[in-house]
């Protein structure tokens, strides 16, 4: 793409920087000459002007609430294609031929199973452990289990690391949630497809055979997909950080579940859920919205607002679809915390403190209740969200580990502690 230049004055110093324009979206200054140059930082604690990298995965438009895939809107993706396909597309950048298609979807079938000595793993673990906290723990030892896939040089090892971590994430999640209920593991099953298999491993009991509802299938199949990837949000910069040190595969995507785990971010479903039983009924709104506005009062409303989306998440209008679908094929499409999250929804959006602030309903607005009324725990919200945006981190991953210009991520810091000063002996403090 032409590039132009920007001219920056910092006292006597002056210094041309390269501006690089992308196929869409905004320019970026390259400031690599910046400290050489002028001696000085750039500061931005929360990245909100900042571009850590180039990538071709996904693009977001905040202001017009556009999320693609590589160049395919989410709202495409999600009407007609499956997880799988969105893998694909998100690995190697096409969509899969049907050959290419059936192949892919065979060898990740044919790795969802997870090295037998886990369970015993799975055994230290309290049984009330938050499964996040499994999570963090089983996907990090995954190196120890599957150290034939860790040398990070070797391209035949990422591709394999990295059809495991997609295979092996409903399984490990469903290991997770059996553990959490006193319930025996479920073997993952070749015949279904990733969303069913994951239903199964999750909800099937040994007395009994389990049918897969394909309405619910279905739209578990969705939700993966909404939560597949998001550019370079909290947990996926987690990934691309640890990844640039040279650490393995599985190490960084037990960073990124543990990023992610954080109730400002992919920990919001859980918390959005807790925050509409905690509200209860329509009438007790007003006084919530009145503490999401009181500046001394550090509630929020969860599943609302987003760093970048500055208009309606397009994921959460796919969300919200999906809510209505599971819930009037389980017959409750009265839930009363829909009720309470469709009146939520309507009151803020009219109200003048989050249309001045750009505060919209995000992904986690809708994804707790459709998650509850499948029959997850709260608890579970956020596994599920780690579950399909492991293929994000991984694809982020690779990408960051085979563009050449890679190097460790290390920033600086504008430091305002203590100048430099002599120790002094105990006896004269
Ligand atoms: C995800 O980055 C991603 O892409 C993430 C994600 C993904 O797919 O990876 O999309 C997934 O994490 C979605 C976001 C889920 N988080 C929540 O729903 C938690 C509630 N939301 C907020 O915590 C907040 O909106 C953030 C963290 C999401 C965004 O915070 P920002 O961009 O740092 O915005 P901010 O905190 O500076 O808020 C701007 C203003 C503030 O008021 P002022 O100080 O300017 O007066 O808006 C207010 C905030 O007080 N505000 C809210 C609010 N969110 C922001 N007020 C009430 N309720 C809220 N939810």
């Known amino acids: 793409m032409t590039d132009t230049t920007a001219h920056l004055g910092l006292g006597e110093k002056k210094v041309d920087l390269p501006v690089k324009k992308g196929t869409i979206g905004p320019d970026v200054i390259d400031i690599g000459a910046l400290y050489k140059n002028t001696g000085a930082f750039t500061y931005d604690p929360g990245f909100t002007s900042t571009a850590s990298c180039e990538s071709k995965i996904t693009f977001i438009d905040g202001d017009e609430g556009v999320l693609l895939h590589r160049g395919y809107p989410i709202e495409q993706l999600a009407e007609h294609g499956d997880f799988l396909e969105t893998c694909y597309l998100l690995l ?40 996040m906290a499994v999570m963090v723990g089983t996907v990090g030892a995954l190196s120890a289990f599957y150290h034939d896939s860790t040398d990070i040089t070797d391209p035949h090892q990422r591709m394999v690391a990295s059809l495991r971590m997609i295979a092996k994430m409903p399984t490990i999640a469903a290991m997770a949630y059996k553990y959490h209920i006193g319930q025996p593991f479920v073997y993952p099953q070749n015949n279904l497809d ?23 299938a279905r739209a578990m199949d969705r939700i993966f997909i909404l939560h597949a990837d998001h550019e370079q949000n909290a947990s996926t910069s987690t990934v691309r950080l640890a990844g640039s040190s040279g650490a393995n595969p599985f190490a960084c995507i037990a960073a990124g579940i543990a990023c992610l785990w954080g109730p400002a971010h992919g920990g919001a479903n859980e918390a959005a859920l807790n925050m509409l039983q905690e509200i209860g009924t329509v009438d007790r709104i ?11 009062d550090p509630f929020r409303l969860m599943g609302f607002g987003h760093r970048v989306y500055k208009n309606y998440d397009p994921r959460a209008k796919i969300m919200q679809k999906t809510t209505h679908e ?12 829909l009720q309470v999250a469709m009146e939520l929804e309507k009151i803020a ?13 995000n992904i986690d607005f809708y994804s707790g209740i459709t998650l509850k009324a499948m029959g997850f725990p709260t608890t579970m919200f956020t596994v599920l969200f780690a579950l399909a945006r492991t293929v994000g981190w991984i694809a982020q991953w690779a ?4 563009d050449p210009q890679q190097r460790i991520g290390r920033p600086r810091q504008l430091y305002t502690g203590e100048a430099k000063r002599d120790y002094v002996p105990v006896s004269k403090r």
């Open 92 to 131: 190697y950048g096409e969509l899969p031929t049907a050959a290419q298609k059936k192949d892919f979807d065979y060898r990740v079938t044919h790795h969802t199973m997870v090295h037998e000595q886990m369970s015993r793993f799975f055994t230290g673990f309290r049984r009330d452990a938050h499964p």
């Open 194 to 216: 990733y969303a069913s298999n994951f239903l199964r491993m999750c909800f099937a009991v040994p007395c009994e055979e389990y049918k897969v509802n394909p309405v619910l």
């Open 286 to 296: 007003p006084e919530y919205i009145a503490r999401a506005k009181d500046k001394n």
């Open 326 to 337: 599971v819930l009037g094929e389980l017959g409750h499409k009265d839930d009363p915390l």
């Open 349 to 361: 959006l009219t109200d003048d403190y989050f249309i001045e602030k750009k505060l919209y309903p």
């Open 399 to 402: 990408e960051m580990i085979e």
